[in-house]
Nanobody, 124 residues
Framework: QVQLVESGGGLVQAGGSLRLSCAAS????????MGWFRQAPGKEREFVAA????????YYATSVKGRFTISRDNAKNTVYLQMNSLKPEDPAVYYC?????????????????WGQGTQVTVSS
């Protein structure tokens, strides 16, 4: 069982930056691939970024590639999402997710545990 708690959301101007954090409970954090998803009002939850168990491999949605960076610190049981050059289309609730197994997943169904989400708002 893994419990995930996101933090770092908030209000930022367009073009600004935010760093989201996701703290995981448990002693086997390094055995999970991790992902970030987001859900805007009236829209389906969508994939944003994912990282494998070691941090050596990552994948991004086209809409955020080059602006967002996912990373993890297994010693701290934490995964991060650095978001730069935020755009008006980025606001959403951002969710952290953990996937059993070490390989990256990009589908909601790949993930076994979810956090409660953190709100990101971008002002124009």
């Amino acid at each position: 069982q893994v419990q995930l708690v996101e933090s770092g959301g908030g209000l930022v101007q367009a073009g600004g930056s935010l760093r989201l954090s996701c703290a995981a409970s448990g002693r086997t954090f390094s055995s999970y691939a991790m992902g970030w998803f987001r859900q805007a009002p009236g829209k389906e939850r969508e994939f944003v970024a994912a990282i494998n168990w070691s941090g050596g491999s990552s994948y991004y949605a086209t809409s955020v590639k080059g602006r967002f960076t996912i990373s993890r610190d297994n010693a701290k049981n934490t995964v991060y999402l650095q978001m730069n050059s935020l755009k008006p289309e980025d606001p959403a609730v951002y969710y952290c997710a953990a996937k059993n197994g070490i390989r990256i997943g990009m589908s909601l169904n790949d993930y076994d545990y979810w956090g409660q989400g953190t709100q990101v708002t971008v002002s124009s």
